[in-house]
């Protein structure tokens, strides 16, 4: 008898230890890092309602992008590494094209491919973001985020230079 009451009592607290492991419905899935970074990185700014509901849009193909990267096999292990390499190289006074060949030595082509998705769908959810903000907006934000969103903002209306010798053209033959 007592067995028995011993085997009741464990078959007990079995199932409800196991019960708690199950996934909790009603839950709204989270996030990924890189989107609540940019969530963050905006705290200081009241968006107005088309600003929410275009920030959400933009969030949300940003994290389909970022879960399609992780079945294909992107992990956090592989975030950091990448990482540690580029502060590494950052420390030791590499920039521009010598910074991403101490990066990018000893990925694979897969890895490689992945990270340049990756930078691109992060480079294009902070452009969209950066296009949806007024200069008022912009000026409210820290100034390391003020800058990278400001730059973002110009690369979409034909910044880093390009039209200049156009324009140059332009105004000689206009004089």
Known sequence: ?????????????ATASFADD???????????WQAMRLKKSLKPV???????????????KYSATIAEL?????????????????KEARESGLKGKELLAHIEEGL???????????????KTAEQTVAK????????SLPEKVQKRMNMLKKQGKGGKGKGKKKKKKEEAAAE
């Open 70 to 86: 992780e079945s294909k096999g992107l992990t956090k292990d592989k975030l950091k590494a990448r990482g540690t390499k580029r």
């Open 132 to 139: 949806m903000l007024t200069e008022e907006q912009l000026s």
């Open 108 to 122: 694979s082509e897969e890895d490689l491919e992945m990270f340049k998705e990756l930078d691109q769908a992060t």
């Open 22 to 32: 199950a996934p909790q419905k009603g839950k709204k899935a989270k996030s990924p």
């Open 1 to 13: 008898m007592k067995h028995l009451l011993a085997l009741i009592l464990v078959t007990i607290f």
């Open 46 to 60: 009241t968006l107005t309602a088309e600003q929410e509901t275009g920030f959400a849009e933009a969030i949300e």
